[in-house]
């Protein structure tokens, strides 16, 4: 499972990351490392292994399907770099 | 003793009995965190908020109003767990200044069991880490041996006398490993058991709050007051109340007692023999493949979560060329550490179109395949032991090793209890820990076992 500079390239364009190229040579490295324990997996025959999981297998609520109070505007707009009274600002994509 | 080294049991005790006051025990704690801020422990202390609670508790508890379990007593929690009104920095650069809007369910509940929250502990970024050394605030230090890495600031914080004990998280052993280094007390409890509502996710799938604490007992009152069904937290197990306090008592009689992999873990397990459990070795050869499982899952699960740092709602921003695209790489290339980078992008790699089946789907189906043999386990044994890891604390700055977490993850990947109690110490004086592990939700089991290995360990000094 080797990766490529290439391959981290693309990983990096939709991970929204830079990196310098001494950055791309310790992530060959470290990809390297990690694709190995990973391998490990094939050890163990998974076939008959229905792909799906329950962390808990108790008994779950579903809330009510009614309105309720949720974080106030200025609460959740509190910790924007760029706003308004009322909205995040962000730089325009359309002209 | 001095005031800082009571155990929280201890401490409680004293306020009850009017011995002493949730000022002193503050202060005393305070005190420690400043002679030995070196440790870097703790990210944010909040002496002027935690005297003003502790005056309050006092307070009431001089007009004789009714308190609750943990009244006046200081307590640290990881910086992690929102506190309304408090930073919340995970550790990262991204979120050096963030406020938290809210508070977690688990934290709550510390403060209305009367709990001073007197800090925020240090951490690996976001949890990317085992060793407390990916933090953008710099390492925590293990306080046994400063040279040594510890695996959370909140086990520095409770082994440094800085809180007498402290909310943790654990994805794939970052209570119990931290624990194991540094001589304390750690469980991870059985996933769903603590809410992680306002709790920052690493991996979601694995994630837990437990208490870090100096003894069995005082792990079993923080459990007490965080264990609950959250209606806020969708994976919050709907469970019926428990005391385990209350009911907690040195007993392991009639217990079967798996140990994995012998060494010092079946030296160390042959103790509960005198209690009256049969112990016996037993074969586990699924170490390395949970841990394949456990880095492909948690990778995928915390690059999802850390997409929600862009810089645009909360955190981090750099504008850069003004363009939005360019806002969301320079913000999250500045923010990130090195260690949560290479997280994201294994991430985006495990769930590549490529990789899918080979490392995801792969990985799901290994962690109900350990599931499944969890259960044919404990329909043999009511605990299976093992090393909590079987080194002593590595050398700060040392190559990290990931496989040092291949008895922690384990237990996370089949979401069951395990708690890791100080065992032995290593080749260079340094302590070590066992991990015992029980079915799920049998928290009580577990915390009996610890009680009595703490128990026999003591009579042995």
Redesign the interface.
Same mark, same amino acid.
């Given at each position: 499972?080797a990766?490529t500079h290439d391959?981290?390239v693309k990983?990096?364009k939709?991970?929204?990351?830079?990196?310098s190229d001494k950055?791309y040579t310790?992530?060959i490295q /470290?990809?390297k490392?990690?694709t190995e324990?990973?391998? /490990?997996?094939?050890?163990?025959d998974?076939s008959g292994?229905?792909?799906?999981?329950e962390?808990?297998?108790?008994?779950?609520?579903l809330?009510e399907d009614v309105v309720r109070p949720s974080?106030p505007r200025d609460? /959740?707009l509190?910790? /924007?770099?760029?706003k308004d009274s009322s909205a995040?600002l962000?730089?325009?994509?359309v002209e | 003793m001095e005031l800082a080294k009571l155990s929280l049991e201890q401490a409680i005790d004293k306020l009850n009995r009017k011995e002493t006051t949730s000022v002193e025990l503050t202060k005393a704690v305070i005190a420690q965190a400043k002679a030995a801020a070196d440790l870097n422990a703790l990210i944010t202390v909040f002496e002027e908020s935690a005297l003003k609670a502790a005056v309050e508790s006092d307070k009431a508890r001089a007009a004789g109003k009714p308190l609750w379990s943990l009244a006046g007593v200081p307590v640290g929690v990881k910086d992690c767990i929102c506190i309304e009104g408090t930073k919340l920095t995970c550790a990262s650069k991204a979120l050096e200044n963030y406020i938290s809007p809210y508070t977690a369910t688990a934290a709550q509940k510390l403060i209305d069991a009367g709990a001073v929250i007197v800090a925020k502990a240090n951490m690996d970024e976001f949890g990317a880490g085992n060793r407390n050394e990916t933090s953008a605030f710099g390492r925590a230090k293990n306080p046994v041996d400063p040279t040594r890495v510890t695996s959370g600031g909140s086990a520095t914080a409770v082994a440094a006398f800085q809180c007498y004990g402290g909310a943790g998280t654990d994805s794939g052993g970052g209570i119990r490993m931290a624990a194991a280094y540094c001589g304390l007390v750690g469980l991870k409890p059985t996933y769903g058991l603590i809410s992680r509502h306002g709790v920052m996710a690493y991996s979601g799938s694995v994630d837990c709050v437990g208490p870090l604490t100096r003894t069995v007992a005082d792990n079993a009152i923080l459990l007490d007051v965080m264990a609950g069904h959250d209606p806020l937290d969708m994976t919050s197990a709907k469970q019926p109340k428990q005391e385990y306090y209350k009911n907690l008592k040195a007993d392991v009689k009639g217990l079967k007692v798996g140990v994995v992999n012998g060494g010092c873990a079946l030296a160390a397990a042959a103790g509960f023999k005198a209690g009256g459990a049969t112990v016996s070795e037993i074969k586990f050869p699924y170490l390395d493949a949970a841990l394949g499982a456990y880095v492909a899952i948690t990778s995928a699960e915390a690059m999802s979560n850390l997409n929600r740092i862009d810089g645009i709602r909360y955190g981090l921003r750099q504008n850069g060329s003004g363009e939005l695209e360019d806002v969301y790489f320079k913000s999250r290339t500045a923010g990130f550490g090195k260690a949560v980078k290479q997280t994201i992008m294994l991430g985006n790699y495990v769930l590549s179109k490529e990789n899918l089946d080979k490392c995801f789907f792969k990985a799901k189906k290994i962690q109900k395949f350990l599931q499944q043999e969890f259960d044919k386990l404990f329909k043999q044994f009511d605990l299976i032991v093992s090393p909590t890891v079987d080194i002593e604390a590595p050398v700060a700055g040392e190559a990290s090793n990931p496989t040092d977490a291949k008895y922690a993850v384990v237990a996370s990947l089949a979401g069951i209890p395990a708690i890791s109690v100080p065992c032995c110490n290593g080749p260079n004086g340094l302590p070590m820990g066992l991990q015992i592990m029980a079915n799920k939700f049998n928290e009580q089991t577990l915390l009996n076992a610890a009680l009595f290995f703490e128990r026999a360990k003591e009579g042995v000094k």
């Open positions: 499972m990766v391959e981290l990983l990096a939709v991970s929204g990351l830079e990196f950055e310790e992530l /470290a990809f490392q990690k324990l990973m391998e /490990a997996m094939n050890a163990v998974t292994i229905e792909l799906r999981y962390p808990i297998n108790a008994e779950k609520d809330r974080l609460t /959740a509190s910790g /924007a770099a760029e995040f962000v730089p325009a994509t | -």
